[in-house]
């Protein structure tokens, strides 16, 4: 009997083929073709660099094998393999070797770090993924550009695409990819940009079918300026439709808690419309606490402002006002500590949180101290929603 040996994978369901691991990867571990992201178990030592930098915890997947999955069957994948029941108990020698692996208390740890296991709201509905990949994309006509902030330093854009009678089932929250044109410093066609979708599943206006992205222009993007610059008429070649656990429930008795920074409100316009849409004002339905630098730099703030708070209860928060005084999202949810803690202890409530990477301590340092005035040990309730399709987080 072959000693059983820990493999590292990517879940190709959840992975939205953003590269970032592959480009992360010190020893050229992680490799891509059209369809898939995956690990070369002949190069991969387990250094978990890759972990942390992944926004969906895809990279985050172990099997136990007799012998690696090969490159090219997981180039063929589709879902990830469950777990092969090996008989390693009654090869003793073989079970105390991966009782004592060395690797398994870093693993956990990692795992840990990464946010363990994610998966969608029970009511979700089921989301078509990667219809759309390097090898074969779709072509869209741009529909619209607007701008959503009056602040030159950050200029955020809302681009609307026409899929021209293709079909492309995006969920709200899940992401799809824009290839820019042209080639990298290395001669290569460069990767799609992965932009998370702000529409409903249904369109901009309902049943129309189009959908928005929002995108800020970074002042060395080549994706985000050749996006940014599209004008009405403009073609794009799109990848996708990526993500397969940031989705909306479903449910109507669902509570949404939504926290969030800059382009991170993408998927919560999308969930905002959607719910608008399907259930209508519903008291205590959607909450949301939103960062930016201030109201000029803040996406689609006009909008929100219209919302009627029996829809969404809005906490606008700004660090960069003129009189100097600054307020993150996770100050602003100690202060409404009442608010945060009823709805954690709801089983109905969905949390999302999306942004920048550098908000996600500040937030989980907030809900650690709300569990606390109720008596909660915030991992263990975290994981415990986590593992109910409650609690999801993608930052960048």
């Known amino acids: 009997m072959n000693t059983p040996l820990k493999?590292?994978?990517?879940?190709?369901?959840i992975c939205i083929r953003c590269y970032t691991c592959e480009m992360t990867c010190p020893l050229g571990a992680i490799e891509h073709d059209d369809n898939n992201v995956v690990v070369n178990a002949d190069l991969c030592n387990f250094c978990m660099d890759c972990i942390p930098v992944c926004p969906t915890g895809s990279i985050d997947e172990w099997r136990v094998v007799e012998a690696p999955y090969s490159l090219a069957a997981q180039y063929e994948w589709e879902e990830l393999p469950d777990q092969e029941d090996l008989a390693v108990e009654a090869d003793p020698a073989a079970q105390q070797s991966i009782e004592q692996d060395p690797i398994a208390a870093l693993l956990a740890e990692a795992q840990k770090g990464a946010g363990g296991r994610v998966v969608a709201p029970a009511s979700a509905a089921k989301p078509t993924v990667n219809l759309y990949n390097l090898g074969h994309p779709v072509e869209a006509v741009v529909q619209g550009n607007y701008p959503l902030t009056q602040d030159p330093e950050?200029?955020?854009?809302?681009?609307?695409?026409?899929?021209?009678?293709?079909?492309?089932?995006?969920?709200?929250?899940?992401?799809?990819?824009?290839?820019?044109?042209?080639?990298?410093?290395?001669?290569?066609?460069?990767?799609?940009?992965?932009?998370?979708?702000?529409?409903?599943?249904?369109?901009?206006?309902?049943?129309?079918?189009?959908?928005?992205?929002?995108?800020?222009?970074?002042a060395q993007g080549v994706c985000s300026n050749y996006i940014c610059d599209l004008k009405p008429g403009?073609?794009?070649?799109?990848?996708?439709?990526?993500?397969?656990?940031?989705?909306?429930?479903?449910?109507?008795?669902?509570?949404?808690?939504?926290?969030?920074?800059?382009?991170?409100?993408?998927?919560?316009?999308?969930?905002?419309?959607?719910?608008?849409?399907?259930?209508?004002?519903?008291?205590?339905?959607?909450?949301?606490?939103?960062?930016?630098?201030?109201?000029?730099?803040?996406?689609?703030?006009?909008?929100?402002?219209?919302?009627?708070?029996?829809?969404?209860?809005?906490?606008?928060?700004?660090?960069?006002?003129?009189?100097?005084?600054?307020?993150?999202?996770?100050?602003?949810?100690?202060?409404?500590?009442?608010?945060?803690?009823?709805?954690?202890?709801?089983?109905?409530?969905?949390?999302?949180?999306?942004?920048?990477?550098?908000?996600?301590?500040?937030?989980?340092?907030?809900?650690?101290?709300i569990s606390q005035s109720f008596g909660a040990h915030w991992p263990d309730l975290r994981d415990s929603m986590r593992d109910a399709g409650r609690y999801h987080v993608e930052t960048y």
């Open 7 to 13: 493999q590292h994978l990517i879940d190709p369901e």
């Open 154 to 218: 950050h200029d955020v854009r809302h681009i609307i695409l026409d899929f021209q009678g293709s079909p492309f089932p995006v969920l709200e929250g899940q992401s799809l990819g824009i290839l820019a044109p042209g080639e990298d410093c290395e001669g290569k066609a460069h990767l799609p940009r992965l932009y998370s979708v702000s529409s409903p599943q249904d369109g901009e206006r309902p049943g129309y079918h189009n959908v928005s992205l929002t995108v800020k222009r970074e």
């Open 234 to 369: 403009d073609r794009v070649n799109v990848t996708g439709p990526f993500g397969a656990t940031f989705l909306m429930p479903v449910d109507h008795e669902a509570r949404l808690l939504m926290i969030c920074t800059g382009t991170g409100s993408a998927p919560m316009r999308a969930f905002t419309m959607a719910r608008q849409r399907r259930v209508g004002p519903k008291e205590g339905g959607m909450v949301m606490f939103f960062g930016a630098r201030t109201p000029q730099s803040l996406p689609y703030f006009g909008p929100l402002n219209k919302l009627p708070e029996s829809l969404m209860q809005k906490h606008l928060c700004y660090s960069r006002v003129a009189d100097g005084s600054r307020e993150y999202v996770q100050d602003r949810m100690l202060q409404s500590q009442d608010l945060v803690a009823e709805m954690l202890q709801d089983g109905h409530t969905h949390v999302y949180v999306c942004g920048l990477k550098e908000m996600e301590a500040g937030v989980e340092s907030a809900f650690e101290a």
